[in-house]
């Protein structure tokens, strides 16, 4: 008995005959994929990023932020990350865009602001030691390109205040140390 040896070898011509065999396997993906994927495609709700860059200052050095556990002296890009984080994400911040652009959700009580919506919808990168950016997503572009806008003003607004505040501070206690030097220099004569 002769062992079958045509099964064993591979050529050119015996790829083409199962290609043939198998045509309709191949033409199936090449045919039907693209038409799918451009269908999938056109149904899927258009959506926009906007993104503002912001450039900030750390806070005067030596300096932690008032309620702050984080020593100003090794703060990282997590800790700068929160501190983003907390200012954009909290309530006064979140109400005021949602009221202004009507980002509001409707509920059975009526209409309040949507926060969380609002809140999801913003992406925070850290850029650098003292830069970021704020982004915002929303299916229409003025408004995504608004909103980040107003995110970051916000930002800076909030910082502002904040900065004025810990400046305001320190200027009290100065004109404590003053008033007491003061009255110990009159004691002395």
């Known amino acids: 008995m ?83 984080r907390e200012t954009l994400f909290s309530a006064p911040v979140l109400d005021t865009v949602a009221h202004e652009f009507g980002l509001q959700a409707k509920s059975a009580s009526g209409s309040k602001p949507a926060a969380g919506d609002v809140k999801s919808n913003i992406q925070i990168q850290v850029e650098g030691p003292y830069a970021f950016t704020v982004g915002f997503e929303n299916g229409n572009p003025e408004v995504a390109a608004k909103v980040a806008n107003r995110l970051a003003g916000l930002f800076v607004e909030q910082t502002s205040s904040l900065r004025g505040e810990i400046v305001q501070q320190q200027d009290v206690s100065l004109e404590r140390v003053d008033d007491e030097l003061g009255l110990r220099a009159e004691r002395c004569p």
Do not use: C, H, M
């Not at 591979?10 to 045919?31: H, Y």
């Not at 906007?50 to 450039?55: E, F, R």
């Open 2 to 84: 002769k062992p079958n040896t045509a099964g064993n070898t591979f050529s050119p011509l015996s790829l083409l005959r199962t290609l043939k065999r198998r045509r309709f396997w191949l033409l199936v993906p090449v045919v039907l994929l693209p038409p799918a994927a451009w269908f999938y495609a056109q149904r899927l709700p258009q959506r926009f990023r906007a993104s503002a860059l912001v450039g900030s200052e750390p806070f005067l050095p030596g300096q932690a932020p008032p309620g702050s556990l984080v020593d100003p002296n090794t703060v990282n890009a997590q800790d700068e990350l929160r501190a983003i």
